[in-house]
């Protein structure tokens, strides 16, 4: 038996990429000991990486570390897609942070390399072919996060957020891998793909009760990443301790990190049946649930944050068509999950404007504050305002937010394609509840200030208004500019969802 | 390109960017003109839609039951359906026409007077943009298409009431946001119900059920039927509408009532009845009991009102219910009346509208109580009050009759006890919205003046003038020559009918 394996490097080099960033970042935070030149170098690494991955990608499906036909690495289509966004939207955050790190409210090396080491889970995430790879590569994308999470100086919020955030995700990590090793305890596989074959051509073996149990406890630790309901409670706190550039990472990298590892295994390993009612559930719960309680909120964040609690509800619907046996033909599967990643590319465009928006709005290395402190904004920066409003307009899913009304109606398309009508109406329905309080944030924003709250306070302290450096007016302007390209031009999503 | 679809592209066109450059022109005074002539160009290009292109219309068994005039088919989003297919006909093309017109008259008196609240310059962009999502709905023949359209009038829409409203008007914007996409969130899920089990979202190849089974029918009817009877509105999901009109600014309540709702009632002609009649056939005796239900309830309601506007927006909900039990009958007749309905709805409470705002703006109150003796200071303003009231009434000779009588006629026509019930509980409906209007003159115009009315200086603007008269002329002339509107539908609404009763 050959003992040495051939490892394919070009496959690996996004990953080769990544990681090459966070040390050369390490490095130059060593030796230059520049705040400017090590974010610099984190950007053009990250950029590097996203500019890397597509081409790797450009070419046809690579495989490495394989034994027989299953491979621990598996660089297509989604991996592609995955490790551009990450690494894309790692470069917003970078931008986004500039000014909280310029204020001196976080170490700057020590910033940028989490940031680079989390971008490196994420972009090592979507080719992932085996469990162990898959939870190691999230796993790298979330403890930095735990890190950063506190990294707010004199910060009681922060730290609390961080506390959260961790002792949760511990746990969910420890669930997920108790459902690997149940899986590998009854099938004696690893690889997504032959625990897909083993399950499927064996079906004494998917209906033994462990399988049950290690399908639910895999997916329940995986939904924690999601923060879909009921195993969301950690999001909002954490979100609202974190600092806005790690809150705005949260929600959109990790939170797609997480969607695609649940997709790996839906879609690869666990038998469809088994998955899909507990999917349809976690999507009605998280959707509705989310965004009931976000109409109660007053902070900007929290508000945010539970509304990205429901959006991923509207990520995991098209899964839930696999509940029934319309929606589990060859077809309407790959519908489903290529409606998922549409929607997931989508969401993350939007979401990083709607947190650009909002740093661009509120002081340097402040808080989200409360939806009060947004009032009458638009008289200020009238273009930032319009950008937040158009990114919020769109996770609302209303033109001409087109970018998430688009996003909608691929869900719902695939819904009515897996034959899920009442799924696609829960989706609608719950679409009302979301404006009522998008619209809230949004009319705010153009609502008269009527008394000189603690933002016109803190704007009269201030050079005649935010504050903010020019570097988060480009992310803002260069997210908005992507959501209106994706919106005139949905075709592009979904052409890459469904490689 | 042909110059039929040079003009749809500018009917389009021309207000999407008008709106642009009205937002870029800095001077207040200067963009509002901007607009206005914008709103005038759009206008010079829709009227001329209705020549040429119908040489073809030749009846033969397999001719589509949609025969534009006009059509421009272009590819955008394979991957959901959506083409970008704009065409218009005979239904589409007077509604086309009178939303140019009133927007172009809204936009000429937002020249003169603009509401508080806001700069003219952001209400005359919002005011075209939300021309454009009216116009895109009544020109599309792609569902998808049609959907996005419908959804694109629903903020700027918001916007307008919440920023040049009334004191109540946060909250009546926010329940017309909420209520609408309600609706058009049932229209999302029925289009793409209809398209998931037809494999494809063209109007013309769609209209005559396109070959679905039964139970598909009517689950996308019921669901297009909830999604347009919440925009018509039909009751009883019309509670948005007396609080939007009645907070709206003038111009605002004009466009909502004049165009807005008939995207609900041309929705539920061309897309509900067009692509599932089955279901049409199936709930047709619900959409008519509801309908006349409409009629009674808000006459009776109008008899109880105390407020100018409020009075005038549940005449809508009235008049809005002869319309869809003209649907309702799924004749030629009903479908007939329910077109020519919409049009003189539109103009003639377009007219009230802009008249009741008026009054307010001179008086500062709408509360009936205390207006009276308008005609003794302000005959004039008075007049075209009792003409406009008048019309709506449905006074042969005028606009409003003829939509009024043959939605009842068709009712009977159908036979049968529950149809003749509905033609004459219809004809009652009538009778009370004469009553209601004649109190509404009563209050109004007859009297000593109030002291609110008192102080009324008997002239009228320019600007008023320019944007009334020529509603005034149109109601006279679909009074008189209905055949402006139903010459031109003739042809489409037998050839609907054909396929609907097949």
């Known amino acids: 038996m050959n003992v040495v394996q051939s490892v394919d490097s070009v496959a690996l080099l996004p990953a080769y990429l990544a990681a090459g960033t966070a040390v050369l970042v390490l490095i130059t935070d060593l030796l230059v000991a520049r705040p400017r030149a090590t974010i610099a170098v984190a950007a053009l690494g990250a950029l590097g990486t996203a500019v890397g991955s597509a081409l790797v990608g450009a070419g046809a499906e690579r495989r490495t570390f394989c034994v027989g036909a299953d491979c621990s690495w598996i660089f297509g289509g989604r991996a592609t897609v995955v490790a551009v966004v990450v690494a894309l939207l790692t470069v917003g955050v970078l931008g986004l942070s500039v000014p909280a790190l310029r204020a001196g409210r976080s170490p700057v090396g020590e910033y940028a390399f989490l940031l680079a080491c989390s971008m490196t889970g994420g972009v090592v995430l979507g080719a992932a072919g085996d469990l162990i790879t898959l939870i190691v590569a999230l796993e790298t994308l979330t403890l930095p996060l735990y890190v950063l999470v506190g990294l707010r100086r004199g910060s009681l919020a922060s730290a609390e957020a961080a506390v959260t955030f961790f002792v949760v995700s511990v746990v969910a990590t420890t669930l997920t891998l108790l459902g690997a090793a149940l899986l590998y305890a009854v099938t004696g596989g690893l690889h997504l793909d032959r625990l897909g074959t083993l399950l499927a051509e064996q079906p004494e073996l998917r209906d033994l009760p462990l399988t049950t149990a290690a399908v639910a406890v895999l997916l329940v630790g995986l939904a924690f990443k999601v923060a879909a309901v009921p195993f969301h409670a950690w999001a909002p706190a954490t979100y609202d301790g974190a600092p806005l550039p790690v809150a705005a990472y949260l929600s959109t990298a990790s939170k797609l990190g997480g969607l695609v590892a649940l997709l790996a295994v839906v879609q690869r390993a666990l038998p469809a049946d088994q998955t899909g009612p507990v999917l349809a559930l976690l999507a009605v719960l998280t959707m509705t649930v989310g965004n009931l309680v976000a109409l109660r909120q007053r902070r900007t964040v929290r508000l945010l944050a539970w509304s990205s609690v429901a959006q991923a509800g509207y990520i995991l619907a098209p899964l839930g068509a696999l509940a029934l046996a319309a929606g589990r033909t060859d077809e309407a599967r790959s519908a489903a999950y290529a409606a998922a990643v549409a929607y997931a590319v989508f969401f993350v465009v939007l979401e990083l404007a709607a947190f650009a928006g909002v740093t661009a709005l509120r002081p340097a290395g402040a808080d989200g504050g409360t939806l009060d402190d947004l009032r009458g904004a638009a008289r200020r920066h009238p273009w930032r305002a319009a950008a937040f409003g158009l990114a919020l307009v769109g996770l609302a899913g209303l033109p001409p937010g087109l970018a998430g009304l688009f996003a909608k109606v691929t869900v719902v398309r695939a819904l009515l394609d897996g034959g899920a009508a009442w799924l696609a109406l829960v989706v609608a329905l719950n679409a009302v509840i979301g404006l009522a309080y998008y619209l809230r944030v949004t009319a705010a924003l153009w609502a008269p200030t009527t008394t000189p709250g603690p933002a016109a306070a803190l704007a009269g302290g201030g050079a005649s208004g935010v504050p903010v450096g020019g570097v988060v007016a480009v992310v803002l302007a260069v997210a908005t500019v992507a959501a209106v390209v994706l919106g005139v031009a949905p075709q592009l999503v979904l052409d890459l969802a469904g490689r | ?502």
């Open chain 2, 1 to 502: 390109m042909t110059f039929g679809q040079g003009l749809l592209v500018a009917v389009l066109a021309v207000p999407a960017l008008g709106a642009v450059a009205v937002a870029a022109t800095p001077r207040d005074r200067a963009a509002r003109l901007v607009g206005t002539v914008a709103a005038a160009l759009t206008l010079l290009a829709a009227v001329p839609l209705v020549f040429g292109g119908r040489g073809w219309v030749a009846w033969s068994a397999d001719a589509p039951a949609v025969r534009p005039w006009h059509q421009l088919d272009l590819a955008w989003v394979p991957g959901l359906e959506l083409r970008f297919h704009l065409g218009v006909d005979g239904i589409s093309w007077p509604l086309v026409v009178l939303t140019a017109l009133l927007t172009l008259l809204c936009c000429a008196y937002t020249m003169w007077r603009v509401p508080d609240g806001g700069s003219g310059r952001a209400l005359v962009a919002l005011l075209l943009v939300v021309e454009v999502g009216i116009l895109g709905t009544f020109l599309a023949l792609d569902l998808v298409l049609f959907f996005l359209f419908f959804e694109v009038v629903l903020l700027p829409m918001y916007a307008i009431i919440a920023g040049w409203g009334g004191a109540d008007r946060r909250r009546a914007a926010r329940k017309f946001a909420l209520y609408t996409l309600f609706g058009s969130v049932l229209l999302l899920v029925g289009v793409y119900v209809v398209v998931a089990a037809a494999g494809t979202a063209d109007l013309v190849t769609l209209t005559g059920g396109a070959g679905m089974s039964r139970g598909t029918q009517l689950a996308a009817f019921t669901l297009l039927a909830l999604a347009f009877a919440v925009k018509s509105p039909l009751w009883p999901l019309h509670s948005w509408l007396p609080d939007a009109h009645t907070q709206a600014p003038t111009v605002g309540s004009v466009m909502l009532a004049g165009v807005l709702l008939k995207m609900g009632t041309y929705g539920l002609i061309r897309v509900a009845v067009g692509v599932a009649p089955e279901g049409a056939r199936w709930a047709a005796p619900v959409l008519g009991v509801l309908a006349v239900a409409a009629i009674l309830i808000g006459s009776l309601v109008c008899l109880a009102q105390s407020d100018v506007k409020r009075l005038i927006a549940y005449s809508s909900v009235g008049h809005m219910g002869f319309v869809l039990l003209g649907v309702a009958t799924l004749t030629a007749t009903g479908i007939q009346a329910a077109l020519i309905g919409n049009v003189a709805h539109g103009v003639i409470t377009g007219l009230l509208f802009f008249l009741a705002g008026a009054v307010k703006d001179r008086t500062g109150t709408g509360t009936l109580a205390e207006l009276s003796g308008l005609r003794e200071t302000a005959p004039r303003l008075a007049g075209l009050l009792a003409f406009a009231a008048i019309a709506s009434l449905g006074l042969p000779g005028l606009a409003g009759f003829w939509g009024e009588a043959f939605a009842v006629i068709a009712a009977v026509q159908v036979g049968g006890p529950l149809w003749t019930t509905l033609g004459v509980l219809a004809a009652v409906g009538g009778a009370l919205t004469a009553a209601y209007f004649l109190r509404l003159l009563r209050q109004v115009t007859h009297n000593r003046p109030s002291p609110a009315v008192g102080q009324v200086g008997p002239g009228l603007a320019g600007a008023e003038l320019t944007a009334w008269v020529p509603l005034v002329l149109l109601a006279l002339a679909i009074g008189l020559a209905p055949t402006l509107v139903l010459g031109v539908a003739e042809a489409p609404v037998d050839a609907l009918i054909g396929v609907v009763s097949r």
